[in-house]
């Protein structure tokens, strides 16, 4: 994955606390400090609650073989619920080993190793039921548990309707889009509202091409976006200069924002612009006291209002910031009626490219996991409590999540150094087995599953390789992204509108399903 705009690291910055493990958290290591101290009453009651809780695990053991027998697909209520109970019985072992040790002062070395092997014996069979629950005659059934009783099922985009609106442009009339803050998931989210803005004033998208911003087309299905609307309503920007013979002229320049800096620009990027043969008056603004940091709600009608004029040629910009119809722009599919899945997607390369990866290194079923890591640390912790994840607190969270999806491998996109990733994978074991992290490995001509990049010569450039990554954690079972990542919110958009968006979805460490958030690349 291609690296993201770095933060310059203040040496002098004060280090913040590292996040407490919001996880159940099994030290079995730090108790190995010299104990020697009498075993109280209290422990002697811990073990007969243990003894208990075997005894209803073994119970339920043979009450499942009972209801094992089918071959069907469908996994019989008695069984979930004996699922559901089991994950209550492995929740209330680990609390009662933290409670236990993690205040106790008062256990001899003798019987602390006679409970500490118990609990083990405890765990470890807990995992056995759930395993045996799990088979059937033909192989194990993927079912999943989250919050007790549901499985990890895919999020029904039915269930709300979508509030669209038409987007009929005027063949004559154009928007030129601005969009310059951040790296290229910044600029698609960017584009996007520009599309937004484009429908609301009756306009065709002039999307900017390579010399001024990036080049959308190897990235990007452009002709798709027509084809869904079924009408020209975006064209690039080489196709708006051959119809104005290459002198066109932006009528009106109009800022979005006016502080930090008017459009997010400087004399350098209007200096491209004209360099292209692009002709401009003055440039305004809409908004004096709009500022990115914090962006005033706006509605169509204040976009109609500071907008809508009767020239040819307008440029707005930047509108990445922009909160605009907040809850209409962010739906599933997005705010545009539209007959396709989504409007804006990878291109037919990228997506080949990716199914042809996933299907020979990955399988059908596996979680897809961005690791956010290069830049990251000085934005994170400028957050309450910070989102930047010691390795292993890290690779405590993924291994719930690879359990609750019931997965056998990882997809892993990330910017982080090889000694990092490294750790991670040690630290991936579950039931003595290590779960792969799975990269994209360099070229290698005897592989073909990336044939159709090196072929178009697209392989090595870093927006295909970024849009490549996207695509293959978008198509993931389960995907555990970087909370405030505009990679991660892209991520987001692709898998709600191509309905691969799992009820299991969530935030590294935050054990809730993301939500889009406008926050760093």
Same mark, same amino acid.
Not at 237 to 248: P, R, S, T, V
């Given at each position: 994955?291609?690296?993201?705009?770095?933060?310059?690291?203040?040496?002098?910055?004060?280090?913040?606390?590292?996040? %407490?493990?919001?996880? *159940?958290?099994?030290?079995?290591?730090?108790?190995?400090?010299?104990?020697? +101290?009498?075993? /109280?009453?209290?422990?002697?009651?811990?073990?007969?609650?243990?003894?208990?809780?075997?005894?209803?695990?073994?119970?339920?053991?043979?009450?499942?073989?009972?209801?094992?027998?089918?071959?069907?697909?469908?996994?019989? =209520?008695?069984?979930?619920?004996?699922?559901?109970?089991?994950?209550?019985?492995?929740?209330?072992?680990?609390?009662?080993?933290?409670?236990?040790?993690?205040?106790?002062?008062?256990?001899?070395?003798?019987?602390?190793?006679?409970?500490?092997? !118990?609990?083990?014996?405890?765990?470890?069979?807990?995992?056995?039921?759930?395993?045996?629950?799990?088979?059937?005659?033909?192989?194990?059934?993927?079912?999943?548990?989250?919050?007790?009783?549901?499985?990890?099922?895919?999020?029904?985009?039915?269930?709300?309707?979508? +509030?669209?609106?038409?987007?009929?442009?005027? @063949?004559?009339?154009?928007?030129?889009?601005?969009?310059?803050?951040?790296?290229? /998931?910044?600029?698609?989210?960017?584009? =996007?509202?520009?599309?937004?803005?484009?429908?609301?004033?009756?306009?065709?998208?002039?999307?900017?091409?390579?010399?001024?911003?990036?080049?959308?087309?190897?990235?990007?299905?452009?002709?798709?976006?027509?084809?869904?609307? &079924?009408?020209?309503?975006?064209?690039?920007?080489?196709?708006?200069?051959?119809?104005?013979?290459?002198?066109?002229?932006?009528?009106?320049?109009?800022?979005?924002?006016?502080?930090?800096?008017?459009?997010?620009?400087?004399?350098?990027?209007?200096?491209?612009?004209?360099?292209?043969?692009?002709?401009?008056?003055?440039?305004?603004?809409?908004?004096?006291? =709009?500022?990115?940091?914090? @962006?005033?709600?706006?509605?169509?009608?204040?976009?109609?209002?500071?907008?809508?004029?009767?020239?040819?040629?307008?440029?707005?910009?930047?509108?990445?910031?922009?909160?605009?119809?907040?809850?209409?722009?962010?739906?599933?599919?997005? @705010?545009?009626?539209?007959?396709?899945?989504?409007?804006?997607? @990878?291109?037919?390369?990228?997506?080949?490219? *990716?199914? +042809?990866?996933?299907?020979?290194?990955?399988?059908?079923?596996?979680?897809?996991?961005?690791?956010?890591?290069?830049?990251?640390?000085?934005?994170?912790?400028?957050?309450?409590?910070?989102?930047?994840?010691?390795?292993?607190?890290? #690779?405590?969270?993924?291994?719930?999540?690879?359990?609750? *999806?019931?997965?056998?491998?990882?997809?892993?996109?990330?910017?982080?150094?090889?000694?990092?990733?490294?750790?991670?994978?040690? $630290?991936?074991?579950?039931?003595?087995?290590?779960?792969?992290?799975?990269?994209?490995?360099?070229?290698?001509?005897?592989?073909?599953?990336?044939?159709?990049?090196?072929?178009?010569?697209?392989? &090595?450039?870093?927006?295909?390789? #970024?849009?490549?990554? %996207?695509?293959?954690?978008? $198509?993931?079972?389960?995907?555990?992204? #970087?909370?405030? !990542?505009?990679?991660?919110?892209?991520?987001?958009?692709?898998?709600?509108?191509?309905?691969? #968006? !799992?009820?299991?979805?969530?935030?590294?460490?935050?054990?809730?399903?993301?939500?889009?958030?406008?926050?760093?690349?």
């Amino acid at each position: 994955m291609a690296r993201d705009s770095p933060y310059e690291d203040d040496d002098h910055e004060n280090l913040i606390h590292q996040n %407490k493990d919001k996880s *159940a958290s099994f030290r079995i290591e730090e108790l190995q400090s010299p104990i020697r +101290r009498r075993f /109280s009453k209290g422990h002697y009651l811990f073990a007969a609650i243990v003894t208990v809780i075997s005894l209803v695990a073994t119970i339920y053991l043979f009450f499942s073989s009972k209801i094992c027998d089918t071959t069907s697909d469908r996994i019989k =209520e008695s069984q979930l619920r004996a699922l559901y109970l089991l994950n209550k019985q492995r929740s209330s072992l680990f609390d009662l080993w933290n409670h236990t040790f993690g205040t106790s002062n008062n256990i001899t070395a003798v019987r602390f190793d006679q409970i500490k092997a !118990s609990l083990l014996d405890q765990i470890t069979l807990n995992r056995h039921i759930k395993d045996t629950l799990l088979s059937t005659e033909n192989g194990t059934v993927s079912v999943p548990i989250v919050n007790g009783s549901e499985i990890c099922r895919k999020i029904d985009p039915k269930s709300s309707k979508r +509030r669209t609106i038409e987007w009929k442009p005027d @063949p004559n009339k154009f928007l030129f889009a601005i969009c310059l803050s951040g790296q290229m /998931s910044n600029h698609l989210i960017c584009l =996007e509202k520009h599309m937004f803005f484009a429908a609301v004033l009756n306009r065709v998208l002039v999307i900017p091409g390579s010399k001024f911003d990036y080049q959308y087309n190897l990235v990007l299905d452009i002709d798709h976006i027509n084809e869904c609307i &079924g009408r020209k309503t975006v064209i690039s920007f080489e196709n708006f200069m051959e119809l104005k013979k290459n002198h066109a002229r932006i009528d009106k320049f109009i800022c979005y924002f006016s502080i930090p800096l008017p459009c997010y620009t400087d004399e350098d990027h209007l200096k491209k612009l004209k360099s292209l043969g692009i002709s401009m008056g003055k440039v305004e603004t809409a908004w004096k006291s =709009e500022d990115i940091e914090n @962006p005033s709600p706006k509605t169509v009608k204040d976009v109609e209002g500071k907008f809508g004029t009767k020239e040819d040629v307008i440029a707005i910009g930047d509108v990445f910031f922009a909160n605009v119809e907040k809850d209409w722009v962010l739906q599933p599919r997005g @705010p545009i009626a539209h007959k396709c899945k989504i409007l804006i997607e @990878p291109s037919k390369l990228i997506l080949l490219t *990716a199914q +042809r990866f996933i299907q020979t290194f990955l399988g059908s079923g596996f979680v897809a996991l961005h690791f956010r890591r290069h830049g990251f640390l000085k934005f994170c912790n400028a957050k309450k409590p910070s989102c930047f994840y010691p390795i292993p607190q890290a #690779a405590d969270c993924i291994r719930q999540m690879v359990e609750k *999806a019931n997965t056998s491998v990882i997809y892993l996109s990330t910017d982080a150094a090889e000694s990092e990733t490294s750790l991670l994978q040690s $630290m991936l074991v579950m039931n003595g087995k290590t779960i792969p992290l799975v990269k994209r490995p360099p070229r290698d001509s005897a592989e073909k599953w990336d044939s159709l990049l090196y072929r178009h010569g697209l392989d &090595g450039d870093d927006q295909v390789e #970024a849009m490549l990554d %996207k695509t293959i954690c978008a $198509m993931a079972s389960v995907f555990i992204g #970087a909370p405030g !990542s505009t990679f991660t919110e892209d991520i987001l958009r692709l898998r709600k509108g191509w309905e691969t #968006a !799992s009820s299991c979805d969530e935030y590294l460490c935050h054990g809730e399903e993301p939500n889009f958030i406008a926050g760093d690349e």
